[in-house]
C-alpha cells in the first residue's frame, strides 16, 4: 500500500499543500485513507501528521475505513428534511440493519447521510454509489436496492 500512496500524493502534489486534495484522490482511488497512510501523506506533503490528520477529522465526506460494495448517502438538507428523508433513514437502518456510518453484513452497503445532494426539486434524495434517486417512498427502497445487489 505504501506505494500505492505515494504514487496517487506524487500526481496530486501542489505548492503550497493541498492537504484535502491528498487526501480525496487518496479516497477516490482507495475507496478511504488508511490511517495507517497519514505519516507518508505527512511527508509527501512536507506537513504534519497533525495537520493531515485535523482534515481527516473535520470533514464527514472523508472515511477512515473502506466502505461497502455500494455507499447509500441519504440527503438531510432542508428540502430533503421536509418531505421525509427522516423516514427514508430509518426504513435503510431497518432494512440494512445498520446505523449511520455502518456497513452491512456481507458488506454489499454501507449508509450514511450527506448535507445537501443539491437535488432538492425532486426531494428526498438518496444517493446510492454516483447514482441520485429523487422523490423517494419507504416502499421504493426494496426495489431501489435490489438494483444494487
Given amino acids: 500500500?505504501?506505494?500505492q500512496v505515494k504514487s496517487i500524493l506524487a500526481k496530486v502534489r501542489s505548492e503550497p499543500s493541498n492537504i484535502l486534495k491528498a487526501l480525496l484522490a487518496l479516497q477516490e482511488q482507495l475507496g478511504h485513507v488508511p490511517t495507517e497512510a497519514v505519516p507518508d501523506i505527512a511527508h509527501a506533503l512536507g506537513v504534519t501528521t497533525a495537520q493531515v490528520a485535523g482534515v481527516l477529522s473535520y470533514y464527514p465526506?472523508?472515511?477512515?475505513?473502506?466502505?461497502?460494495?455500494?455507499?447509500?448517502?441519504?440527503?438531510?438538507?432542508?428540502?430533503?428534511y421536509a418531505n421525509g428523508?427522516?423516514?427514508l433513514l430509518r426504513e435503510l437502518q431497518d432494512r440494512l440493519r445498520v446505523d449511520v456510518g455502518e456497513t452491512a453484513a456481507g458488506g454489499k452497503f454501507t449508509l450514511d447521510t450527506m448535507s445537501c445532494a443539491g437535488?432538492?426539486?425532486?426531494?428526498?434524495?438518496?444517493?446510492?454509489?454516483?447514482?441520485?434517486?429523487?422523490?423517494?417512498l419507504p416502499s421504493q427502497l426494496d426495489t431501489l436496492l435490489e438494483r444494487y445487489k
Fill in 119 to 136: 437535488n432538492c426539486a425532486v426531494s428526498p434524495t438518496v444517493m446510492i454509489d454516483r447514482d441520485l434517486h429523487g422523490r423517494l
Fill in 85 to 87: 428523508c427522516g423516514r
Fill in 61 to 80: 465526506d472523508l472515511r477512515l475505513t473502506a466502505p461497502g460494495r455500494h455507499l447509500i448517502r441519504v440527503c438531510m438538507g432542508e428540502s430533503c
Fill in 1 to 3: 500500500m505504501h506505494e
